[in-house]
């Protein structure tokens, strides 16, 4: 037994930084994954209505894809590309989307306000 250990691993040296690439993207999304349970605990025991529940359990699933979305491209750019023409790459996606949708984040943030702060009351 002792024998076939030290064979495995020179198998499986070729594949350390693929390895390494997966339990980052694991290990990032496991961590996220239990802020954004925090956060929603949170923001529901503020929350009265049915409607804001599923909204913002809406909300927080689709930041947990494209967490997860973005944490892989960074994966695969940091194991096939260069940070460079990735840096390049997200900086021009992140300027074309704030100019795109600057309403609706402005938006979704004064509606996160009005739920957490409750300034209003009928």
Known sequence: MAETLPLILSYMEPYVDIIESILAVIISIVIFTIILKLIKRHLLKKIKTKKDTSN?????D???YLFIL???IIAFSSYYGSWGELSFVIGLLTVALGWALQKPISGVVAWL???TKRPFHI
């Not at 913002?56 to 927080?60: E, G, R």
């Open 56 to 60: 913002v359990t809406a909300f927080l």
């Open 62 to 64: 689709l930041l947990k």
């Open 70 to 72: 973005f944490v892989v």
């Open 113 to 115: 306000i009005i739920i």
